[in-house]
């Protein structure tokens, strides 16, 4: 089976599409509801999507305009990060829900540990009565599955430690060159799965001459590579592009990759991104 379809199990069971496709950075209106539509005609049956884009209601109407049936596809949305208690999440949620034109979502995720405009706050309190909320919407069968974005191992612990439900999932940047070592460990302990955003490392890891070469070798492109890595790791890559051609190019994933060429792409170390 073409790795497009394939799932991975989440620790509640729930199944997850391998390759999500990723929104971040995709304008609303026309732009994010072409490239949503795109990539559903092109297979992908998960779409990662949140608050903070602003293009939840283009990413609804496409979805809805596909014909596709709601149960096929597997729709995430994420908490602002900036609202860090119970009744505001509840609210939050149900706002997502109109833009999305949805009646539950897949899975729903705090979008990072702290506000974006104040990152490394201590906002522990915040997060656990968020989550609560987050639980809260899991048992009324609101969402299929529930977890985090961002979140490092000091963060998960202290939900761990004052919630009931394991999260399902931890969303964070994944690509080759990154060190997530403690996180993804501490992960694979306690059953939450890693969904790897910016997969191509929003598209600067693409530059990188041994992944080229690499690429290469498997007569890939290095888009290809960047995604096949991250699932020879056991993540689920969240590719993003607004191009037909590579909508298309970043499903085209069914190789393996040997290990001894993964220890070449680990042996890459450094963070490509560049903010302008
Ligand atoms: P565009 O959206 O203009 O097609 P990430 O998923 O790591 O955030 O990376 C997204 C960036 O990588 C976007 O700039 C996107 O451009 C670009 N991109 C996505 N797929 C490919 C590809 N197959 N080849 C080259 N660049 C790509």
Request: glycine share 6%; with cysteine.
């Given at each position: ?51 903070a ?41 149900d ?27 201590d906002?522990k ?21 529930i ?125 490509p991104?560049?903010?302008?």
């Amino acid at each position: 089976m073409k790795t497009i379809k394939q799932t991975y199990t989440l620790n509640n069971g729930v199944k997850i599409p391998k390759i999500g496709f990723g929104t971040w950075q995709i304008e609303p209106g026309k732009n994010a509801y072409d490239a949503v539509s795109k990539a559903l005609k092109h297979g992908y049956r998960h779409i990662d999507t949140a608050a903070a884009y602003r293009n939840e209601r283009s990413v609804g109407e496409a979805l809805l305009d596909s014909g596709i049936k709601r149960e096929e596809v597997f729709v995430t949305s994420k908490l602002e990060s900036h609202i860090k208690s119970y009744q505001e999440t509840l609210d939050a949620f149900d706002q997502t829900m109109i833009e999305l034109n949805l009646d539950y979502l897949d899975l729903y995720l705090i979008h990072a540990p702290w506000p974006w405009n104040a990152m490394g706050k201590d906002c522990k309190e915040g997060n656990i009565a968020a989550y609560k909320a987050m639980e809260k919407l899991y048992r009324e069968g609101r969402v299929r599955a529930i977890g985090v974005s961002n979140f490092n191992p000091d963060d998960l612990q202290n939900l761990l430690d004052h919630t009931t439900i394991v999260p399902q999932v931890n969303q964070i940047a994944y690509f080759i060159g990154i060190d997530q070592k403690a996180t993804l460990d501490f992960c694979q302990d306690q059953a939450i799965f890693i969904e790897a955003y910016s997969p191509l490392g929003i598209g600067y890891l693409l530059e990188n001459k041994i992944v080229q070469e690499v690429a290469h070798k498997y007569a890939v492109t290095p888009a290809q590579l960047a995604i096949r890595w991250c699932l020879e790791k056991g993540t689920a890559p969240l590719p993003k592009s607004v191009t037909e051609s590579r909508i298309i190019e970043n499903t085209l994933v069914d190789f393996v990759i040997a290990p001894e060429d993964m220890k070449t792409l680990d042996a890459i170390k450094g963070d490509p991104r560049r903010w302008n």
